[in-house]
């Protein structure tokens, strides 16, 4: 069973950046296509990207193209994403989550974490 | 890439069946049997309920079934529960190997 473990909230202001890392455990680490998932104040669940932590190929949903980095540390079996030049509208909790080969569900989430941007 | 459309709310009483409906695209949807739908209750993470359309995971109760019909799937709670009152997401696989969410829709268990 993979589990999914995030790090802690982050407060950042307006134009600067934030990582977020999710280390994983209970399964062979570079057999993991890990997605990173936002969702803002009371607003629905949207896509950002993923990454294929055997071999580092990464694919970003349009809207975050530019402003979103997702990387992997395979000796830390850690994944991390870094969203730029951040704005208010960029408040919100992220989740990593995996997905399962050829069904493609997202079968274990980690715990979310907060990322609050305010001047 | 828009948001799959499903309706805002659904509500029924407790012993009742409930529908909740996720419209896409020949994108999405309508190209890949692999939708997925997922439970959400305030200040948690969201729980997979059914993957690839209709199969449920290890642990997901019967009362939960899914089904798709073009470019619409369908998620059908039946013998609704308190517990069961949450937000409910459709996901789908889609071009270009990207995924996408439903807008969401907020169950309330009357």
């Known amino acids: 069973q993979v589990q999914l473990v995030q790090s802690g909230a982050e407060v950042k202001k307006p134009g600067a950046s934030v990582k977020v890392s999710c280390q994983a455990s209970g399964y062979t680490f570079t057999y993991l296509t890990i997605h990173w998932v936002r969702q803002a104040p009371g607003q629905r669940l949207e896509w950002m990207g993923w990454i294929n932590t055997g071999n580092g190929i990464t694919k970003y949903s349009q809207k975050f193209q530019g402003r979103l980095t997702i990387s992997r540390d395979t000796s830390a079996s850690t994944v991390y994403m870094e969203l730029s030049s951040l704005r208010s509208e960029d408040t919100a909790i992220f989740y990593c989550?995996?997905?399962?080969?050829?069904?493609?569900?997202?079968?274990?989430w980690g715990q979310g974490t907060l990322v609050t941007v305010s001047s | 890439q828009s948001a799959l459309t499903q309706p805002a709310s659904v509500s029924g009483s407790p012993g009742q069946s409930i529908t909740i409906s996720c419209t896409g695209t020949?994108?999405?949807?309508?190209?890949?049997?692999?939708v997925s739908w997922y439970q959400q209750h305030p200040g948690k993470a969201p729980k997979l309920m059914i993957y690839e359309g209709s199969k449920r995971p290890s642990g997901i109760s019967n009362r939960f079934s899914g089904s798709k019909s073009g470019n619409t799937a369908s998620l059908t709670i039946s013998g609704l529960q308190d517990e069961d009152e949450a937000d409910y997401y459709c996901?789908?696989?889609?071009?270009?190997?990207?995924?996408?969410f439903g807008g969401g829709t907020k169950l309330t268990v009357l």
């Open positions: 020949s994108s999405d949807v309508g190209s890949y049997n692999l």
């Open positions: 996901c789908s696989y889609a071009e270009s190997s990207t995924w996408v």
């Open positions: 989550a995996r997905s399962v080969g050829a069904t493609k569900e997202l079968a274990s």
